[in-house]
């Protein structure tokens, strides 16, 4: 964990209408103005994430996965939304973690010990990563530079902050790389990876898995332009 990049590279390592006046009826079609494009959709509105919560989740969106000449940014890329859709889940409610204690430290090898579901985690986990930030550097998360950004994030890389409300700091790390990672990664069905970017920058072919004869052909060093399919795609 100490060594990881908290950036982009590591994930490499481990990718409204337009309102249009009306035409007289006189007027020949070829000089109506033509039709602008309609304005793409706004994103969707969060579930789970409060207003504060929202900022600091999309704050550590851009910052591992910062726009380039490979993809957007880690929100324009649906990360944040994908963060948000997962905790309002089954998964964030931790349906399918056994809750009943005892709760003991465990060793690094025995994974998730707390007696947190992942919501709870997560929210608790901004509160008092934000809380932090203000003492140590006066204002919220969202609003470091983005040194220090990256300085707080390794150290909670590497269990070295101490959260004011006493939770410890990797677990919180681990469930946010883990998810960053899986909203840049993940099918765009479930609010992330908008496009398929992350897929066509890894020349990742999506839900076919019959991707034996293209391995052969282009084992030679030359880029595979994938045409990836999601879930959505096969319906």
Same mark, same amino acid.
């Given at each position: 964990?100490?060594?990881?990049?908290? %950036?982009?590279?590591? #994930?490499?390592?481990? +990718?409204? !209408?337009? $309102?249009? @006046?009306?035409? &007289?009826?006189?007027?020949?079609?070829?000089?109506?103005?033509?039709?602008?494009?309609?304005?793409?959709?706004?994103?969707?509105?969060?579930?789970?994430?409060?207003?504060?919560?929202?900022?600091?989740?999309?704050?550590?969106?851009?910052?591992?996965?910062?726009?380039?000449?490979?993809?957007?940014?880690?929100?324009?890329? %649906?990360?944040?939304? #994908?963060?948000?859709? +997962?905790? !309002?889940? $089954?998964? @964030?409610?931790? &349906?399918?973690?056994?809750?009943?204690?005892?709760?003991?430290?465990?060793?690094?090898?025995?994974?998730?010990?707390?007696?947190?579901?992942?919501?709870?985690?997560?929210?608790?986990?901004?509160?008092?990563?934000?809380?932090?930030?203000?003492?140590?550097?006066?204002?919220?998360?969202?609003?470091?530079?983005?040194?220090?950004?990256?300085?707080?994030?390794?150290?909670?890389?590497?269990?070295?902050?101490?959260?004011?409300?006493?939770?410890?700091?990797?677990?919180?790390?681990?469930?946010?790389?883990?998810?960053?990672?899986?909203?840049?990664?993940?099918?765009?069905?479930?609010?992330?990876?908008?496009?398929?970017?992350?897929?066509?920058?890894?020349?990742?072919?999506?839900?076919?898995?019959?991707?034996?004869?293209?391995?052969?052909?282009?084992?030679?060093?030359?880029?595979?332009?994938?045409?990836?399919?999601?879930?959505?795609?096969?319906?």
């Amino acid at each position: 964990m100490a060594d990881r990049k908290v %950036g982009r590279r590591a #994930f490499l390592l481990a +990718a409204g !209408a337009v $309102g249009a @006046g009306q035409v &007289d009826a006189q007027t020949p079609a070829a000089s109506a103005p033509a039709a602008k494009p309609a304005a793409p959709p706004p994103p969707p509105g969060y579930v789970f994430l409060k207003p504060a919560e929202a900022a600091f989740v999309e704050a550590v969106c851009d910052h591992m996965i910062p726009a380039d000449e490979l993809t957007p940014s880690g929100v324009d890329l %649906g990360v944040a939304v #994908f963060i948000d859709r +997962a905790l !309002a889940s $089954g998964w @964030g409610k931790g &349906d399918r973690l056994y809750l009943q204690g005892p709760w003991k430290t465990g060793t690094p090898n025995q994974g998730y010990q707390l007696a947190l579901t992942p919501a709870e985690l997560y929210r608790a986990g901004i509160s008092q990563a934000n809380a932090w930030c203000r003492k140590t550097h006066g204002k919220a998360f969202d609003r470091l530079t983005g040194d220090q950004k990256e300085a707080f994030l390794q150290a909670l890389s590497k269990g070295a902050v101490q959260l004011p409300g006493g939770l410890p700091s990797q677990p919180f790390f681990d469930v946010i790389y883990q998810t960053v990672m899986e909203g840049m990664f993940a099918d765009p069905v479930y609010g992330g990876n908008r496009d398929k970017a992350a897929w066509k920058m890894l020349g990742f072919p999506g839900v076919m898995a019959n991707n034996a004869a293209n391995i052969g052909i282009y084992n030679d060093g030359r880029r595979f332009p994938a045409k990836p399919l999601s879930i959505a795609d096969m319906s």
